[in-house]
């Protein structure tokens, strides 16, 4: 095997795998199918890899030395579950001065913010951990894409030293996901800060764990291309919500999960490219507006674990456009999202994913 021509390999098996040098030219490294309970540091000889996923378990570091792989593209480095404990991978801050990476996806990664030189081609970065988005630190990674970010956090956490509002910065930025998880889990959902600013070019945005003032709601409607939004596990400022004229005018995705929103006031012309409404985990909302049903664009209603009374006002809808010709609105209704078949989970990622 040594002096092996191999560029790619996927290691299938569940089992120990030599990488040593024995393929100099290899470009593709997908070991998931491997625990590792240490980084393998035989790895950064290979300094022609372009692509690595492996997947690690307990206490994680990732060497300073990895910087050795000058070409390396692709950082994909998940967590397996150990007797229900949490562990987070440390990353060196040298991985941000690699000069070809292009995507780092981790599950729950410290990451510390750079001090010096960054990487102006990273696109993706996912799984960070309570990271600082100062002006310094986002400038060093100015063409992101893709970035997912959560903050862990209890009565004393200050959030002005994460600086949120600097995202704002991230022009290139089309797809954020930020969740907020409490240290003691029965802790109260955390408010977000009220000038909170989010990127013009935004097209997704997933929020979960926390409570959305109006001010941040103008925000979100005012995004001139967001096309997906998710709010998961939240709560209004208020148990009303009222949409307005010229808001979400290219929102095609909407999925909301909240625990005391009531009431919600919307007309057909305020979500006019609307493709799907996704409502979960909304045990205090009465029913869906019926001007819902105006929107020429909607096909699909998609329930999980509602109230009777918001079924009934789904298929209402239905019917009421059934009647005008409209045949094309489905309504589906499921206690539970894991629960639910595959041909309609499918369906729902296809209607996300061709936003």
Request: neutral net charge; aromatic residues 10%; contains cysteine.
């Amino acid at each position: 095997m040594y002096d092996s021509t191999v560029r790619s390999l996927l290691h299938l098996a569940d089992g120990l795998l030599s990488i040593n040098i024995c393929f100099p030219l290899l470009r593709v490294l997908d070991a998931r199918n491997i625990t590792f309970s240490m980084f393998p540091i035989e790895i950064v000889q290979l300094v022609n890899l372009r692509y690595i996923a492996l997947i690690y378990i307990g206490k994680h570091e990732i060497p300073a030395s990895i910087s050795k792989l000058c070409n390396l593209q692709t950082l994909i480095v998940f967590r397996r579950l150990w007797y229900d404990k949490v562990w987070i991978l440390y990353l060196p801050s040298e991985i941000l001065k690699m000069p070809q990476l292009r995507h780092l996806l981790f599950e729950q990664g410290f990451l510390p913010c750079p001090s010096d030189a960054g990487n102006g081609n990273l696109q993706t970065l996912t799984g960070v951990i309570d990271f600082r988005c100062t002006v310094e630190a986002l400038q060093r990674i100015p063409n992101l894409k893709t970035l997912g970010i959560s903050y862990h956090y209890d009565s004393r956490t200050k959030w002005s030293i994460y600086c949120l509002e600097n995202l704002f910065n991230l022009h290139q930025l089309e797809t954020l996901k930020c969740d907020f998880v409490p240290k003691p889990s029965r802790k109260p959902l955390v408010p977000l800060v009220v000038d909170l600013a989010f990127p013009p070019n935004l097209k997704k945005l997933t929020l979960s764990g926390c409570r959305i003032s109006w001010t941040n709601m103008l925000t979100f409607g005012s995004l001139a291309n967001l096309e997906v939004l998710k709010l998961k596990d939240f709560d209004f400022e208020d148990s009303v919500w009222k949409t307005n004229e010229g808001e979400f005018r290219k929102l095609k995705f909407l999925h909301i999960g909240c625990k005391n929103l009531e009431f919600w006031e919307v007309e057909g012309t305020h979500l006019p490219s609307l493709q799907c409404l996704s409502l979960g985990n909304c045990p205090r909302l009465n029913c869906i507006p019926s001007e819902i049903g105006e929107i020429p664009t909607l096909q699909v209603i998609a329930l999980f674990g509602c109230e009777k009374s918001v079924v009934t006002s789904a298929y209402s809808i239905q019917e009421e456009q059934q009647d005008l010709g409209n045949d094309g609105l489905q309504v589906h209704n499921h206690k539970d999202f894991y629960k639910i078949g595959n041909s309609f989970r499918k369906m729902i990622q296809k209607i996300e994913a061709s936003v």
